[in-house]
């Protein structure tokens, strides 16, 4: 069994920045991606950028250029630059370890002035 912790939401203002943190602790598996997501009130959830074991990432259109995803010994961090009212949303952590998928509970991002 794997459990993620995400960690480094709060409140900024626009154009400022925030690191997400997603931490994996558990034991026998092998990390194939993680990546993020964000869910606004009132949508669905929605894909932000992957990244693979090896290095390899993607990014949603709306965030390409602002966000870097980046992972770590069994963690994954987003850093978000230049920040809009429309990234408001709960972030979420995936991890991906062959065929067993496992979410963290999230963290909430608030872009307002």
């Known amino acids: 069994q794997v459990q993620l912790v995400e960690s480094g939401g709060g409140l900024v203002q626009p154009g400022g920045s925030l690191r997400l943190s997603c931490t994996a602790s558990?034991?026998?598996?092998?990390?194939?991606?993680m990546a993020w997501y964000r869910q606004a009130p009132g949508k669905q959830r929605e894909w932000v950028a992957t990244?693979?074991?090896?290095?390899s990432t993607a990014y949603a259109d709306s965030v390409k250029g602002r966000f870097t995803i980046s992972i770590y010994t069994s963690k994954t961090d987003l850093q978000m630059n230049s920040l809009k009212p429309e990234d408001t949303a709960v972030y979420y952590c995936?991890?991906?370890?062959?065929?067993?998928?496992?979410w963290g509970q999230g963290t909430q991002v608030t872009v307002s002035s």
């Open positions: 995936k991890l991906v370890a062959g065929t067993r998928v496992y």
């Open positions: 558990g034991s026998d598996f092998t990390i194939n991606y």
């Open positions: 990244i693979t074991r090896g290095g």
